[in-house]
């Protein structure tokens, strides 16, 4: 058959969703490995460190001192990327001079948060049981919620949902204007550049529409128009449902696939298999359908090397503000960019030609599902205690 | 001035080049970071390294060995991402399935190249002076030129300009096939995925046009087509030149600029100021220029957290095969793509937000600009010896 070729040989495969190629390389993983080495993550944390200011009761960087919280817990980041308030800039109009055309900027106001996934210090997603999962998936939901533009055709949805804003105190959830959109993420593990240990993610929300999710809801869009209303990302999971040998996990809502054109040697897309438009359109039991999604994969990659395994990942839903068409387009999934390739300590560097000319990836998407559908089970640490 | 108020507020600016924007929060860098440091650059190198497979007359790892070679050595890689021959995949039919429309794939095939900066195994492009240097720019220029299309406007000035052949031998140089692009590139320093401290580069040239310089070339044509007939990279030059705020270094034919658009902390775009489509179009006058331009980029690299500084860089250009207006709107630049940010083993990530939502930046091009402006002169090891 003319598609197992396609272990063999180099190719490129095509992102719908993004609209771009990746070179697929699947001999290359061959070559001998000389260089950087990431130390392993140490597995000793101890459940509360008091120097830690995620901790529940510990003072953070501006002096303020967290509650004694439950399950999660969220705060407006001490040092956010950008903020809600700030000198105003004017974007100078075109008028035909070089400077106007070529050096353009435009202010970006937004706000960013942080949101513990646990009160406990050395509790991770792979740790977690889908019920305590739960709370994170809430507090994001309710997060979102607040944010929404009174105008969406979501706004309705979340008022009839009446997710409990857990974690999320009300206070602090007051955004000053309308935001265009709200990117979830977590950075997992020193080699995602991430700067505590304390399991939590991030929350960046903008008055612009950042790249990616504004490119994926370009193709999304498009997709929709050219295939007389059909959603991508719900053909796709029909799709790889059918085939399998891409599915890492799936439940009756959700899929966990590494896709057809992954980037990262481990990567992996949560996607549902119905249309989803954003977190506020998932009921309770579909939401213990995407902890359970959640608790699969990064188990999954626990296991695999015998390592807490480094990640970004991050939420990609309907934009907060837009229109009729851009909301009904969007299609609710996660992306898991995770860097090791072959061991706990050996990494796949996306660098030179993969910056200066295209994404290359070195074991096909197909050969990092099965050795991720292989590793289920019980976390590899439990094992050992 | 509206303009300096970029400097304290957060904002986002358009790259021409790419069609994209980066997000830009000045402030942040202040925020404390007790996350991953990079284990500082050993400089105790010696001269020749009987394991490396690289230095003069030792042996590579499919057994053949490295002649005694002068300035600069070339050979096909021996773990080639894409090969000259494969077995062969035909694009299957669109028939309205959803897998002919969603799991898309297309063979790849080309050449992969590693050359060597010099035979000594500890003296990167910082160490070489500009006229060494030039062996390289000549070495890269006739791997360039063995694979024009002989259609290529280009074909003919590299004929007329006859490089010589240094470092590399016709022999391997004999493409079985007209390939499109040519991506010749460096990564430097085991935090850029790098496996052989000895200073060396790699040209992978394929089939098909990849995403990076593709996307380039599209924004170059259009602009050309708007424009009429007017150079992005040429206007852009002249902006920068009159300006000066984010010029780095600049000699007669080039400019060494931190670009309005720039991603990474300290990233720069080397970029010819007349117009010119690709390396065969420099005399060999210029081609000291460039040399000394690079020289300058990398020796401030190297000064300014006095260590050896780690980059990804790339030279883009005229595709190797392409209509006349693609040829006639690329323009030759290299850009430099390094990871430091706060000093020799504190990195910018690139990560979460980046990576799902926009690239982001901690410094503005103009303070990078300022601080590798006030590095210059002799290499700081060359001082300390
Ligand atoms: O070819 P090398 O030096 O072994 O490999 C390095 O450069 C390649 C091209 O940018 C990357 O794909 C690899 O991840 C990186 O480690
Ligand atoms: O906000 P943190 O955790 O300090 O910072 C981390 O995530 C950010 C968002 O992806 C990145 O911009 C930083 O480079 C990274 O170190």
Redesign the pocket.
Known sequence: MSKEILNDISHRRYNPLRGSWVLVSPHRTNRPWQGQQESPSKTTLSEYDESCYLCPGNKRAQGESNPEYGNTFVFV?D?S?VKEEQAEYKVPDQDGTLATRLLRAEPVTGKCYVVTFSPSHNLTLADLSPTQIISVIETWTSIYTAHLSPTSPLAKVAEATKIPPSGAHSSILSPKEQYRYMQI?E?KGAAM????PHPHG?I?TTTGMPEEPGMELEQLVKYRREQGGANLLEEYATLEATKQERVVFENKDFLAVCPWWAVWPFEVMVVSKVHKRALVDLNADERLSLAESIAEVTRRYDNLFQTQFPY?MGLHQAPLDGSKEEIEASHFHIHFYPPLLRSATVRKFLVGYEMLAEPQRDITPEQAAARLRDCGGELYRKKLE
Do not use: D, E, K, P
């Open positions: 980041n040092y990327a993420f950075n550049g991430c700067s505590n991030q960046w970004s």
